[in-house]
């Protein structure tokens, strides 16, 4: 099993967001994090709320990066419980294949990625179950370990972003989110092309 840290990329100025739909997002979270109740829809619902708004991102915030796909944070809890991201995927930008060390939560804002989903085999190397197409304003919550096994990314010409919120505070988020895993070899097409609905949703936000 190879362990491999993701680099994150920093942004040129950082900015705590008090109000908009970011400030919004981060307060919903917050509050997740102190209140009992189920914190993964909580989270989620939060993320849909803000991805819903179109102008949640600034052009800076939309900028892809062409040796990879983009991270840029927008919210760093002064607690360190979470930080939120926008990753900018250009075209035929992917993730590896990835466990993670903490929770995680993400939303489509401008799409559609795709998202490969793994299960683990007993000697801890991942294999392919399915292809999704994640269209704007699909979320999902997958706690730490190996609950969820994912690759994501962008198969379209035009660049796409999601937002990301991880369990962690901005000064971890480079080296203690993505648990990087070995994908099994497949010769053959394993995997299930199952997409969501019928074809692919336009981008929701123009640019
Ligand atoms: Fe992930």
């Not at 991805?51 to 944070?73: E, I, P």
């Not at 929770?103 to 683990?120: I, M, R």
Request: charged letters at 20%; a negative charge.
């Amino acid at each position: 099993m190879a362990l491999q840290q993701l680099q994150v990329e920093q942004p040129a100025v950082f900015d705590v967001p008090r109000s908009g739909a970011i400030g919004a997002l981060a307060a919903e979270i917050s509050m997740a994090c102190e209140n009992e109740g189920d914190f993964g829809a909580k989270a989620r619902a939060a993320l849909e709320r803000a991805v819903a708004c179109s102008d949640l991102l600034g052009s800076a915030q939309r900028q892809a990066c062409c040796d990879g796909y983009a991270r840029h944070v927008l919210y760093s809890d002064p607690l360190s419980r979470f930080t939120i991201l926008a990753i900018v995927w250009g075209a035929g930008q992917f993730s590896p294949a990835h466990a993670h060390h903490t929770w995680c939560a993400y939303a489509v804002y401008d799409g559609p990625l795709h998202e490969t989903v793994y299960t683990s085999d007993p000697s801890g190397l991942a294999k392919a179950v399915c292809t999704k197409v994640r269209n704007p304003g699909y979320s999902c919550f997958a706690g730490a370990g190996l609950e969820q096994i994912h690759r994501l990314g962008n198969a379209g010409t035009m660049p796409a972003i999601s937002i990301h919120v991880y369990g962690v505070g901005r000064e971890r988020v480079a080296t203690h989110v993505n648990r990087v895993l070995e994908v099994v070899e497949q010769k053959d097409s394993l995997l299930d092309q199952d997409y969501e609905g019928a074809g692919a949703a336009p981008a929701r936000h123009a640019r």
